[in-house]
């Protein structure tokens, strides 16, 4: 699509979050250079799930509060597109709106912060760690049953907030965050994925349109990384399967170790504590196979660790 055929207008809905701006702004920066004659612009707005901090995400409705306002707002005209985290993108979009592109995966990796120590190793063996995540609970508990851990809400500047205030010994956040927001000072540990296996899409950024909307769907299109669309319909397919949401501790991250060859690592933690974890490679030529491999893992995992819990 050339400068001259795009959208006259292109205005990105987003959270208001420092972080959700962040990403927004870095794709309209590029939208712009790529469509200098197209007026890109932002609609902000706060979602329930930004607005609710005193529950967990799993008590109130999961992921798609993040989502479901910027999605009114490509409903109802204040916006041709909505920029997401990925991994906070409900596995099934609601009837009417698709995902028009998958951005090159930042680093996926989970970070330690904290004020006192420098690696998880280092912490007492009661230490109060905080995390909402119930993946990255799962496995520090199996590695440190000691743990105390407890549930962390906020945006990035509320959590750390609530870390220098001495409510935590350390936080577990996503790595790709706080290096956009300019706070890898703070890491002091990345985690390999050996250590902690990361959500399926963390690390990526999801562009979300109306369903249909060929215009915008095709100025998008620049956008999009293949090989992390791929990676990303396999990791989802994962959580999918298994019927993924803020109430199942599961991880899935995939990688390309040969060209078209994808690798696949996935985790299911039980409510005993159990955990399971397949990988698996195989070819992958287009969305349909790497949907496929993702289902593939998912079921083995089920059948290691019985029924998941609903």
Request: glycine share 10%.
């Amino acid at each position: 699509m050339t400068a001259h055929s795009a959208p006259t207008r292109l205005r990105i809905a987003t959270r208001e979050s420092r972080l959700a701006l962040w990403q927004a702004n870095h794709v309209s920066a590029l939208l712009k250079a790529r469509y200098p004659q197209t007026e890109v612009g932002l609609v902000g707005m706060t979602t329930r799930g930004d607005q609710i901090l005193d529950r967990p995400l799993a008590e109130i409705g999961g992921k798609g509060l993040f989502t479901k306002e910027l999605e009114v707002a490509l409903l109802d005209g204040r916006a041709e597109l909505a920029v997401h985290s990925l991994k906070d993108v409900p596995m099934e979009l609601p009837e009417g709106f698709e995902l028009a592109a998958v951005m090159t995966r930042a680093d996926p990796r989970d970070a330690l912060v904290s004020v006192r120590y420098d690696a998880l190793e280092a912490l007492p063996a009661d230490a109060v760690v905080g995390t909402s995540s119930l993946r990255r609970a799962a496995q520090l508990k199996a590695r440190f049953p000691g743990f105390r851990i407890e549930p962390l809400r906020g945006n990035l500047d509320t959590r750390l907030g609530k870390l220098d205030a001495g409510q935590y010994d350390a936080v577990v956040l996503a790595a790709a965050g706080l290096t956009r927001l300019g706070l890898a000072h703070r890491i002091r540990q990345y985690l390999d994925v050996t250590q902690s296996l990361p959500a399926p899409g963390q690390g990526m950024l999801g562009i979300e349109i109306r369903a249909g909307d060929g215009a915008v769907r095709a100025a998008l299109a620049f956008l999009n990384d293949p090989q992390a669309a791929l990676i990303a319909a396999a990791e989802r397919a994962v959580s999918r399967q298994l019927g993924g949401n803020c109430k199942t501790p599961l991880a899935a991250y995939g990688q390309f170790v040969a060209p078209g060859r994808l690798q696949l690592d996935a985790l299911l933690a039980g409510p005993d504590g159990r955990i399971a974890r397949v990988c698996e490679t195989a070819d992958i030529g287009d969305e349909a196979q790497a949907r496929t491999l993702g289902e593939g893992v998912a079921a083995q995992l089920q059948a290691k660790l019985g029924p998941v819990p609903g």
